[in-house]
């Protein structure tokens, strides 16, 4: 089946520094990738849609200088925190969809950001 | 009014057990339906598709119904190992594309 790779799955970082986390298609085309937060006990919120080639686009509320996303190919994405805060500790998740399997979302493992 | 509302739960239950959990969805525009499941800390994990037509895969059925603008997803005798957070997650509509949007998930103890 279809596999997502995300990598680092844990992040231990000082406040201001910059922290980039990727997120590949192993075994498919991935047009479109999702990119999601999570705090403790709430549900994954969306942060932005990145599309291959284009300009990602972002949910209302999310800073895309701080948020930087880059989708440069049909099997790489990447989420850079800029200047990362203590408030931007979080659980990151990405996932892209498999137009080939109903349009199922398959997710990476995630990466546990905690700033210092 | 959040696009996919669910009850958060928990739902403690005995093994053995059956539990239903229902999502809303605002959008009567949506085109695909999921459950998934996510454990703590872990990425969420595809448990099965809704159909209008009802699926069915073991111990676990899932029920769509457009005109209410739910979904659902009934556990049967339920296991230690169901322990987990359910999500609902319903593909909306916007602009030219969907996207998926997720409930805040329900979470589900199962106690021996």
């Known amino acids: 089946g279809a596999v997502v790779s995300q990598h680092p799955s844990r992040v231990i970082c000082k406040s201001g520094t910059s922290v980039k986390i990727e997120c590949r298609s192993l075994d498919f085309q991935a047009t479109t990738m999702f990119w999601y937060r999570q705090f403790p006990k709430q549900s994954l919120m969306l942060m932005a849609t990145?599309?291959?080639?284009?300009?990602?686009?972002?949910e209302q509320g999310v800073e895309k200088d701080k948020f930087l996303i880059n989708h440069a190919s049909l099997t790489l994405s990447t989420l850079t925190v800029t200047s990362a805060h203590p408030e931007d500790s979080s659980f990151y998740i990405c996932s892209a969809r498999d137009s080939r399997v109903n349009e199922k979302l398959f997710f990476g493992s995630g990466t546990q950001l905690s700033v210092l | 009014r959040k696009e996919v509302e669910q009850d958060p739960g928990p739902f403690n239950v005995p093994e053995g057990a059956t539990v239903a959990f229902n999502c809303t969805y605002s959008n009567s525009a949506s085109q695909s339906f999921f459950w998934y499941r996510q454990d703590c800390r872990k990425e969420p994990k595809l448990l099965m598709s809704?159909?209008?037509s009802g699926n069915e895969d073991g111990r676990f059925t899932a029920q769509l119904n457009r005109a209410s603008q739910y979904i659902s997803l009934l556990i049967r005798d339920s296991k230690l190992s169901d322990s987990a957070t359910y999500l609902c997650?319903?593909?909306?509509?916007?602009?030219?594309?969907?996207?998926?949007?997720f409930g805040r998930g329900t979470s589900l103890i199962v106690h021996p």
């Open positions: 997650v319903v593909n909306i509509r916007s602009g030219g594309s969907y996207i998926p949007t």
């Open positions: 990145s599309n291959e080639g284009s300009k990602a686009t972002y």
């Open positions: 809704v159909y209008s």
